[in-house]
């Protein structure tokens, strides 16, 4: 996932681009919004079957609605990486494994 977020191909996901795959943009009045609260609307937003976990089906539709071309098996390896199977998806801290995002509570 993180190479079809990064769309200049710098090897790094900036976060103008990670903006981007989430389809949201920061407003000058949201500037210091709260990660982990975005983190979990972005978690709700992909769970289209609303069963508290990101499945195969779930992520599958995302994707192709976000604009990235993926197969199905690097999404099933996505799902891996974040520690869940094609059957249960992953919860929202495998989905935050699978962004690659880390902040402190």
Do not use: Q
């Not at 990486?81 to 929202?92: I, P």
């Amino acid at each position: 996932m993180m190479s079809v977020a990064d769309s200049n191909k710098d090897g790094f996901v900036g976060y103008d681009e990670f903006e981007h795959v989430l389809g949201c943009r920061r407003s000058p009045r949201n500037k210091g919004h709260d990660v982990a609260g975005v983190m979990e609307d972005v978690c709700k937003v992909m769970d289209r079957d609303d069963d508290g976990k990101v499945g195969l089906e779930d992520l599958k539709s995302y994707m192709n609605w976000a604009g990235f071309s993926a197969t199905e098996e690097e999404i099933k390896a996505m799902i891996k990486l974040g520690g869940g199977d094609e059957d249960s998806g992953v919860s929202y801290d495998g989905l935050l494994k699978i962004l690659g995002v880390d902040y402190v509570n």
